[in-house]
Every structure is written in structure tokens, then in C-alpha cells.
């Protein structure tokens, strides 16, 4: 049971877009700035997509971006493609024991 | 570019000790804080320590008592040390760097992940 609530798959078309949510509490999510959002292809490494909510590392596509309204976090991929296809989890900072905690992974399809 | 790569058995007995090593390149490991991070079937994505050069460490409550992190400069590397392994213990282990405590405590450079099954 993860401490972030993800929706167990989304789907859209290649040119579509879709989006994310990630739900927590005011002691994680939406007490603090700090949410990331990560990618991962199967046997491959997870990568860094956003940071600090709305931040994208260098390198990463501005078909990704990131926003929040109160406990939910949100992650739009805009002009889908093929090679989106892969899970996405969010992390957050939280007040709890633990320095972060995560969501428990999004499925995207790309149809 | 930061790389991160796991090696360690892929196969530990019950109430044996669970070892693995990280090793870091494009980056040196006496800057920031590194992290493991565990994810299996049934629990999903779960924290499990990170330490600092500096000499900063901090555990999971959950698996406190059972975790060590050694730490060898000299080749880049950190590991993870987890005793009294049981079959709860069984996922994939992913090194990571970070929580980044000077932006959003995100982790920007993770390994592969490396499957680990405790079986007997």
C-alpha cells in the first residue's frame, strides 16, 4: 500500500495528451514543494523527469511538465509518442518518519 | 553523466545477510547523498536508507535494526547490508543519488535495480 495514490494506468493516442495524478496529504504532497515524478521502461533505470513540482532537468523534453493544487500532483505528457509508453511514479517529501514517500506507479499505454 | 550500477547475488537464504554493492562513475560519492531504494510486488517503492561522505546516515525505521551502509571511497562505492533476510525481503534493489535536500529531495540518477530473492 503506497503512501501516494497513483491511478493504475492511463492511455491516449500518439498527439494526445494525458495526465498523471498523484494524491497525498497536507503532510506530504501538499505541505512542501518537493514532488518528482520519474519514468521507468521495463529493465531500465528509473529517470528524473520532474523536480521541485514544476522543474525539468536539463535534457528532459517541455512535453513533460508538472503541477499541484493542494494534496494532488499532477504530470501532463503533451504530444504522445510511441516511446512514452512506460511507468511513471511520483515522489514526495513528507513530515513522517522517512524522508520521502512514494506513489505506487502509473501504467501509460500509448494506443 | 552520473552512472550507477548494482552487483551483488541474486539469490540469499532466509535469515542470511543480504549484500550488495554500488558503484558510482562520472561522480563522486563524496558529494551529496546516496541512496537505496527497494521495490517489490506487494509494497511497492520503499526507501531504505541513504548516507553521506560527511558521515550523515539515515535508516528506514522499518528495517533499521537490520541495515548497514558501508561506505569505500577509495573505489566510488557505497553498499547495502541487510541481516536476518526473510522472503518479505525479496525485490528489486535500486541505488540511487539523492534525497536532494537543497532542491526537492528528488533523486536524479538511479542504477539499473538489481532482483534479489530470498529463498532457501
Known amino acids: ?111 | 553523466q552520473v552512472r550507477l550500477q548494482e552487483s551483488g547475488p541474486g539469490l540469499v537464504k532466509p535469515s542470511e545477510t543480504l549484500s550488495l554493492t554500488c558503484t558510482v562513475s562520472g561522480g563522486s560519492i563524496s558529494n551529496l547523498y546516496w541512496s537505496w531504494i527497494r521495490q517489490s510486488p506487494g509494497k511497492g517503492l520503499e526507501w531504505i536508507a541513504y548516507m553521506s561522505y560527511g558521515g550523515s546516515t539515515s535508516y528506514n525505521p522499518s528495517l533499521k535494526s537490520r541495515v548497514t551502509i558501508p561506505v569505500d571511497t577509495s573505489k566510488n562505492q557505497f553498499s547495502l547490508k541487510l541481516n536476518s533476510v526473510t522472503a518479505a525481503d525479496t525485490a528489486v534493489y535500486y541505488c540511487a543519488r539523492g534525497p536532494n535536500f537543497w532542491s526537492g529531495y528528488e533523486f536524479d540518477y538511479w542504477g539499473q535495480g538489481t532482483l534479489v530473492t530470498v529463498s532457501s
Request: charged share 15%; proline share 5%.
Open chain 1, 1 to 111: 500500500q503506497s503512501a501516494l495514490t497513483q491511478p493504475a494506468s492511463v492511455s491516449g493516442s500518439p498527439g494526445q495528451s494525458i495526465t498523471i495524478s498523484c494524491t497525498g496529504s497536507s503532510s506530504d504532497v501538499g505541505g512542501f514543494n518537493s514532488v518528482s515524478w520519474y519514468q521507468q521502461h521495463p529493465g531500465k533505470a528509473p529517470k528524473l523527469l520532474i523536480f521541485e513540482v514544476t522543474k525539468r532537468p536539463s535534457g528532459v523534453s517541455n512535453r513533460f511538465s508538472g503541477s499541484k493544487s493542494g494534496n494532488t500532483a499532477s504530470l501532463t505528457i503533451s504530444g504522445l509518442q510511441a516511446e512514452d509508453e512506460a511507468d511513471y511514479y511520483c515522489i514526495s517529501h513528507t513530515r513522517s518518519t522517512t524522508p520521502v514517500v512514494f506513489g505506487g506507479g502509473t501504467k501509460l499505454t500509448v494506443l
